[in-house]
């Protein structure tokens, strides 16, 4: 799909926040309101786009995670596939390198990731499992890292959380309609878990929607104190996404860029920082799920 760039602005702001009104997202892009709307209507009937809340993880329990490295016996897309299937699996995606596949995996706690890790490596066509066992993200688009200021959520809360995880552009009168409360008392407990830290509802764009086609993983050996290394890698503007790790490294993450060129500047970057031993790199092919709206039946 082709954006312009009325569009990019548009996707920008929903990224940011993806509850914001037509009128204030109208006078944001200089477009009437009735534009503004069919344009983020045709954005998200086109699959480029999806709006969706993500919840702290410490609301549903998800405090494990792991980023697991999958060699398969015969034809990878089928393994993907089926390990797509799991609830856990937030994320699949078939890749480049020494391993056919790269999963991450988000559970209610580590004797739940270890049943899971079972899990995976019971699947047909699955050869090895190499986990890096996940102890602190670091910089995440999809999470909030830290904790809610807000109360815990009550019963009524929480139904609002799982109306916003279906979809995250509700208006309030319908999400009153659905948790039982007043549009007025349903939009003050909404802002209250919004502005709590408790769930932040903002677009998912597909990469190559904005020019960011190329995904290139990496798994980063440290020697001495890891977290100098980790600053310098959290403020690189092609790195998305990066979390601290037990296992074969002590850092794992992604890179994403418009170019294969800036792929390769950015581990030669990397490979220069100070404390980094080695860089090990794979390139995702093709993504089979990403899906961070874990609390929902629907994912």
């Known amino acids: 799909m082709d954006l312009d760039a009325i569009d990019l602005a548009v996707v920008r702001a929903l990224q940011e926040d993806g509850r914001l009104a037509y009128e204030t997202l109208a006078q944001h892009v200089g477009l009437s309101r009735p534009a503004t709307r069919a344009r983020v209507q045709r ?50 995606s078939l890749t480049a390198g020494q391993r056919a596949i790269m999963a991450e995996l988000r559970t209610e706690g580590f004797e739940a990731l270890e049943r899971t890790i079972e899990r995976v490596r019971s699947v047909p066509g699955v050869a090895a499992v190499d986990p890096l066992i996940g102890t602190r993200h670091l910089k995440d688009p999809y999470l909030l890292a830290d904790e809610p200021t807000a109360p815990a959520p009550d019963d009524t809360d929480l139904r609002i959380l799982d109306a916003l995880e279906l979809d995250g552009r509700l208006p309030f009168a319908d999400l009153a309609e659905r948790v039982g409360l007043s549009p007025g008392a349903t939009r003050a407990r909404t802002l209250r878990l919004l502005d709590g830290g408790v769930v932040k509802v903002l677009a998912l764009v597909r990469p190559e929607v904005l020019g960011m086609g190329y995904a290139c993983g990496f798994a980063v050996r440290v020697e001495g104190a890891r977290e100098p290394v980790a600053r310098e ?39 220069a920082l100070p404390g980094v031993r080695g860089v090990e790199s794979w390139l995702h092919l093709e993504l089979v799920k990403e899906r961070y709206d874990l609390g929902t039946p629907a994912a």
Do not use: K, Q, Y
Request: some cysteine; proline content about 4%.
């Open 233 to 271: 890698l959290a403020a690189c503007g092609e790195v998305t996404f990066l979390s601290a790790c037990l296992g074969r490294a002590e850092l794992v993450g992604t890179v994403t860029a418009g170019s294969l060129g800036s792929v390769r500047a950015a581990l030669d970057a990397m490979r």
């Open 43 to 92: 954005l998200l009937e086109s699959g480029a786009v999806r709006v969706v809340a993500v919840v702290h993880p410490s609301v549903r329990g998800l405090t494990a995670s792991a980023h697991l490295s999958i060699d398969v016996d015969g034809a990878a897309e089928p393994v993907a596939r089926a390990i797509a299937e799991l609830p856990e699996a937030p994320f699949v």
